[in-house]
Nanobody, 121 residues
């Protein structure tokens, strides 16, 4: 599976942004998909995870109620809708694919190249 993330950019606090991750390969629907992020000088952390069917899903406490992960298996794409963005959301966002339900970074087999989200105050 090859993953291509897009949609990042420079926004102001309170704005919204939608990230997309397009996957190649016919087995996309079999993978657990996730978004991670890595801020400068910090560890890469899980943001949201979604199951094969779209349910259940997981969101980190720091983004709960603001970010929503979704997927369209027909389009081989996973999305991260981000609202009420804060400066602390500034990071490179990565999409990733795993065969198992997990939030652990090392258990993800495939990674996109990352897309930078910068939130100004």
């Amino acid at each position: 599976v090859q993953l291509q993330a897009s949609g990042g950019g420079l926004v102001q606090a309170g704005d919204s942004l939608r990230l997309s991750c397009a996957a190649s390969g016919r087995t996309f629907s079999r993978y657990i998909m996730a978004w991670f992020r890595q801020a400068p000088g910090k560890e890469r952390e899980s943001v949201a995870v979604i199951n094969w069917s779209g349910s259940p899903s997981y969101s980190a406490d720091s983004v709960k109620g603001r970010f929503i992960i979704s997927r369209d298996n027909a389009k081989n794409t996973v999305y991260l809708q981000m609202t009420s963005l804060k400066p602390e959301d500034t990071a490179v966002y990565y999409c990733a694919a795993s065969r198992v339900w997990t939030t652990v970074r090392t258990e993800y087999d495939y990674w996109g190249q990352g897309t930078l989200v910068t939130v100004s105050s």
